[in-house]
Nanobody, 125 residues
Framework: VQLQASGGGLVQAGGSLRLSCAAS????????MGWFRQAPGKEREFVAT????????YYADSAKGRFTISRDNAKNTVYLQMSSLKPEDTAVYYC???????????????????WGQGTQVTVSS
């Protein structure tokens, strides 16, 4: 599967952005999807994940209450709605996909096989 992330940009602290990740492939609805981010000089870190049915979601503590992950399987797209953004949210955001068939979600990078190219989010103070 190929993943294309978009929607990043420059926003002031307290603002909102919605990231999108469009996926190719006919079995998108079977993929567990995740969002990660990587700030300069830091490790790539987990942000949020969603099960294939959207019945399960899981967030990093830093994202809870501010970010919402969702998916539209008819459009082969997963979203990350981000609000109350902070300067520390500045990073390149990546979407990721797990091979079809998993019943579980996970915050582990190694759980995901496919990665998009990333979209830059910059939050100014």
């Amino acid at each position: 599967v190929q993943l294309q992330a978009s929607g990043g940009g420059l926003v002031q602290a307290g603002g909102s952005l919605r990231l999108s990740c469009a996926a190719s492939g006919r079995t998108f609805s079977n993929y567990v999807m995740g969002w990660f981010r990587q700030a300069p000089g830091k490790e790539r870190e987990f942000v949020a994940t969603i099960s294939w049915s959207a019945g399960s979601t899981y967030y990093a503590d830093s994202a809870k209450g501010r970010f919402t992950i969702s998916r539209d399987n008819a459009k082969n797209t997963v979203y990350l709605q981000m609000s109350s953004l902070k300067p520390e949210d500045t990073a390149v955001y990546y979407c990721a996909a797990r091979d079809p068939g998993s019943k579980y979600v996970s915050p582990e990078r190694t759980f995901y096989r496919y990665w998009g190219q990333g979209t830059q989010v910059t939050v100014s103070s």
